[in-house]
Every structure is written in structure tokens, then in C-alpha cells.
């Protein structure tokens, strides 16, 4: 049984940080590229961040590009999200994503990815 489980987020300020993760088991993921998409209440699902399979490449979303970092570490088949100078319109549910069609070029819509966690609320007060 492939999972994918987030972790990581909660409540936090204006201008502060949090650091999500997502532990892959069940299947080894070092080969493709893994992401992070979010969704808010009322809202589509969008796309936040992916890197590709050795990390070499990363994406981002242009809201978040400069305050998030993606980042993975193939040996523990984890990819993490860096968020920091968060924001109220950063608050939502964070998804993380993998797309087993594609190892360095990373789509950003959400009907490209395969797998999918659970979700982590992410939620920034002002």
C-alpha cells in the first residue's frame, strides 16, 4: 500500500515559518518528481512547489517564489516544503504530490500527479 503522509503543519503568525514533510512508504520515489499543491477553503487546488528526481531542478508557484523552498532527500523518500515570511492567503490544506511519469520537468496541474497525501492544514493568523 503506497502512502503518502504529511506532517508538519498548524497555526502560526504573520512573517513566521513552518517546515513540512512527507514521508513516502510503500514505494520508492527517488526516481520522479515530487510536489506540493494547497488548496483553500472555496477555492481550486493549486500548484505551491516541485523539484525533480535528484533535485537539481525545483518550481515554484510565483506567490511563493522567494519565501518557500522545496527540497528532498531520496534516501529517506521525503520531499519538504520551507515556508517562511508566511502570509494569511498561504492558509490551506497542502498536499503532497508525485508524478510517476516524469523524473525532471514538472507540470503544474493537478490532474498530472498520481499520488496524492492526505493533507496538512496550514493555517497563518493575523
Known amino acids: 500500500q503506497v502512502q503518502l503522509v504529511e506532517s508538519g503543519g498548524g497555526l502560526v503568525q504573520v512573517g513566521g515559518s513552518l517546515r513540512l514533510s512527507c514521508a513516502a512508504s510503500?514505494?520508492?520515489?527517488?526516481?520522479?518528481?515530487m510536489g506540493w499543491f494547497r488548496q483553500a477553503p472555496g477555492k481550486e487546488r493549486e500548484f505551491v512547489a516541485a523539484?525533480?528526481?535528484?533535485?537539481?531542478?525545483?518550481y515554484y508557484a510565483d506567490s511563493v517564489k522567494g519565501r518557500f523552498t522545496i527540497s528532498r532527500d531520496n534516501a529517506k523518500n521525503t520531499v519538504y516544503l520551507q515556508m517562511n515570511s508566511l502570509k494569511p492567503e498561504d492558509t490551506a490544506v497542502y498536499y503532497c504530490?508525485?508524478?510517476?511519469?516524469?523524473?525532471?520537468?514538472?507540470?503544474?496541474?493537478?490532474?498530472?500527479?498520481?499520488?496524492w497525501g492526505q493533507g496538512t492544514q496550514v493555517t497563518v493568523s493575523s
Open positions: 504530490v508525485v508524478d510517476t511519469y516524469r523524473s525532471i520537468y514538472a507540470p503544474r496541474t493537478p490532474n498530472e500527479y498520481d499520488y
Open positions: 510503500g514505494r520508492t520515489f527517488s526516481s520522479y518528481v
Open positions: 523539484i525533480s528526481w535528484s533535485g537539481a531542478s525545483t
